[in-house]
């Protein structure tokens, strides 16, 4: 969330509780304008939803289960786009145990 993002930034700087609220609420009116809400809507929305927690969990349930499918069909499409190569994992290895025999050579020759 916001404010752990913001706690996380402020705990290591010294700033004032002034400056932890001016960029709390900048973050929020971000996020607001992204999804093109007020801060009344959002709100609002969200006393609903405290009032009604079983439409909560019925909302976060279906946002949990969209977000896994998203991310499967993303997954799928990178292993489509760029499968591992047998050929370039070999490559790999090669380049690395030449390079780990130049620097056996260099260290040898000081």
């Not at 709390?24 to 009032?51: A, M, N």
């Not at 997954?75 to 056996?104: F, G, H, T, W, Y």
Request: net charge positive; aromatic share 10%; hydrophobic share 30%.
């Amino acid at each position: 969330s916001v404010d752990e993002y913001i706690k996380f930034s402020h705990s290591k700087q010294e700033n004032s509780a002034k400056n932890y609220t001016v960029e709390r609420d900048t973050l929020y009116q971000k996020i607001f304008d992204l999804h093109k809400i007020t801060k009344q809507q959002f709100y609002t929305t969200y006393s609903y939803y405290k009032q009604n927690p079983e439409k909560f969990k019925v909302l976060i349930d279906s946002s949990l289960a969209y977000g896994l499918r998203q991310r499967r069909t993303n997954i799928e499409a990178v292993k489509e786009v760029a499968p591992i190569s047998p050929v370039l994992i070999q490559i790999n290895k090669k380049r690395d145990s030449l390079i780990r025999i130049k620097k056996k050579e260099l260290i040898k020759s000081q």
